[in-house]
């Protein structure tokens, strides 16, 4: 460890410490955590200069961010998502506003402003290295209900430190997205089962055929939504209790979804109507209370095949960061280039 | 109720035994659990990432991008197909518990009158039943004993409690529980134990009990619990002191 750190100096509204997840404790109950949009943690690392196999902890920031007050020689930062953020030099200097989807590097004493996040759920701050904080059951990421991981297992409060693998950044250029990710539109895409049985067709078809509204209740755990009751069959909606994947989709009694997300429980006890195709979990948990969804059925294989595609978008995308254009100023080179390839005159 | 495979999206399957909580059932879950394990250990199944037992089923989780639903199935059915009883690699474990009230067994007053049976008779109920670890789930290191003796099955309570303590023991229907962390809860609490079901200061060693395990209670006086409680505080249990040896 470096002795390197980012101090908290005010935190967020939910800020917490999460890399790919847990993987392997679920038959001893342990949720998997991680981070909740795995395409922006994989953005955000990449841009902090990190490989994808090393599975780098950065911060997942929800509704409003963090002031991180740098405590290193400089730290390389990746930021990803819709995310207000500035720059102050030094104590009382005036913010200067920093893109997101790029990388920064900054110095000792400076202070990173994060303020809120626009029109999704959460945004990334990765760090070259990954935050240092220790592993637990081989993840870093935070899982609050259980107090693990992360930053003494909860989000981050004044005061905090997060440490830095490295005490400084590597020299080379800041990369920047070449276009933000696509992560699709229309209907969220779920193959039914594994309790399809525990619905009447007619509940299939309230399900699959009205729109549902996300509501207040919406966290790392799962989403409630609001909308038309759900038909249980004969069998009910309870069930003795099986294992639940990510992205299930539950409905108890009351006949109203329930998608469960990061911090779902390994297993419960209603009867789950459906799941949510991978490609478009990333999707469902930028969603914020109030916006609304359609479910459309798929196959497995064609659920199969939409994440492989993906795939291969995340990496072309990763693939093509481009050098950023230096802060504070025009870079005619680039812009020009930029010209050159989009066709676009300004 | 024969096998069957349910969709559970494009990352995990459920094989299915059976629709109740029966021994016959999970003891499939556990062999089919422990035989994906040898297959693994043995560099077998590649893409399969982990598989999580409960009560009637085996949830197979898988990484779509090294593999296939279609790849899997059929090695899974070809474990099935040459299905033998589970090894006995699982592990026998007594568990201390004091049942001294009022401050543990909350319960144990309104148990008894519920069950016809005397205050020291639930007790003894609960100490001459054998448990086997069904599943592990709803929190971190939360067992599911299945095997309470026959007059001590009740539903769960009418009103859950807000808080129950952590380490409490409690049953309700065919089971008994023991609470990892403070939760709310609706079970009949019985009885308190010193040893925590999720030690995080082992790490990835952190639960205690694991699928599969038989686990028996041991009545402990209070002053051996609060023995025991100091001595945890200091330091983590090593489970193994819990474990009966092998002969």
């Not at chain 2, 089971?175 to 609490?189: C, I, K, N, R, T």
């Not at chain 2, 205690?208 to 025991?228: C, K, M, N, Q, W």
């Amino acid at each position: 460890m470096s002795g390197a750190r980012l101090i908290v100096e005010r935190p967020g509204l939910f800020d917490t410490v999460q890399d790919r997840g847990r993987i392997g404790f679920q038959e001893l109950g342990m949720p998997t955590a991680g981070a909740m949009d795995r395409i922006a943690l994989a953005l955000a690392n990449a841009l902090a200069g990190n490989a994808p196999d090393a599975n780098a902890a950065a911060l997942e920031m929800s509704v409003l961010g963090p002031t991180l007050l740098v405590e290193a020689d400089s730290v390389r930062i990746g930021l990803v998502g819709p995310v207000e953020a500035s720059l102050i030099a030094s104590e009382g200097a005036t913010p200067k506003p920093l893109l997101a989807d790029r990388s920064h590097t900054l110095s000792r004493g400076q202070r990173l402003k994060l303020g809120s996040i626009v029109g999704v759920t959460t945004a990334y701050l990765a760090v070259e290295g990954g935050i240092a904080v220790p592993p637990f059951m081989g993840s870093r990421s935070t899982y609050t209900r259980a107090a693990l991981g992360g930053v003494e297992g909860r989000k981050l409060k004044q005061g905090d430190a997060l440490p830095l693998a490295r005490d400084s950044a590597s020299p080379r250029a800041e990369l920047a997205l070449a276009a933000p990710f696509d992560y699709g539109h229309g209907p969220l895409r779920v193959v039914p089962g594994p309790q399809a049985d525990h619905f009447t067709a007619s509940g299939h078809a309230t399900f699959t055929g009205s729109e549902y509204v996300v509501s207040k209740e919406a966290d790392r755990m799962g989403i409630r939504f609001e909308g038309a009751k759900i038909e249980h069959s004969a069998l009910g909606p309870d069930i003795v209790s099986d294992g639940i994947a990510p992205g299930a989709i539950q409905v108890p009694a009351a006949g109203l979804p329930i998608a469960l997300l990061a911090d779902r429980q390994t297993a419960g006890g209603y009867s789950k109507i459906a799941t949510i195709a991978s490609a478009d979990l990333p999707r469902t948990c930028r969603l914020l209370p109030g916006m609304r969804v359609r479910f459309q059925t798929i196959t497995v294989a064609e659920a199969e095949s939409l994440r492989r595609d993906q795939e291969r978008r995340l990496a072309a995308a990763i693939a093509a960061l481009k050098p950023a254009r230096p802060e504070g100023g025009i870079d005619l080179r680039a812009l020009y280039e930029e010209n050159l390839i989009d066709g676009v005159v300004v | 109720m024969s096998t069957r495979f349910l969709d559970c999206g494009d990352t995990a399957f459920s094989v299915e035994f059976g629709s109740t909580i029966a021994p016959e059932i999970n003891s499939r879950v556990m062999a089919l659990h422990g035989a994906i394990a040898s297959e693994r250990a043995a560099g077998r199944l590649e893409g399969l990432v982990e598989t999580v037992p409960s009560m009637r089923a085996l949830l197979v989780h898988y990484d779509p991008l090294t593999t296939t639903r279609a790849a899997l199935q059929p090695a899974i059915e070809t474990l099935l197909a040459g299905e033998r009883a589970a090894e006995a690699r699982s592990r026998r474990l007594t568990l201390p518990c004091c049942y001294d009230e009022p401050e543990f067994a909350l319960d144990l007053a309104d148990v008894a009158q519920r069950t016809g049976v005397s205050e020291e008779e639930v007790i003894q109920l609960h100490l001459a039943s054998e448990f086997h670890v069904y599943m592990v789930g709803f929190m971190p290191g939360l067992p599911y004993l299945v095997g309470l003796a026959k007059p001590l099955h009740l539903p769960r309570r009418a009103s859950p409690r807000v808080r129950v303590p952590a380490r409490s023991v409690a049953i309700a229907t065919e089971m008994s529980v023991v609470y990892p962390f403070e939760s709310p809860g609706g079970w009949h609490l019985l009885g308190r134990t010193p040893v925590s079901m999720f030690d995080t200061r082992r790490g990835a060693e952190a639960s205690t009990l694991a699928p599969g395990d038989t686990v028996r209670f041991r009545r402990i006086s209070r002053a051996e619990y609060d023995a025991l409680e100091a001595e945890a505080e200091r330091a983590p249990f090593d489970i193994a002191r819990f474990v009966e040896a092998r002969p």
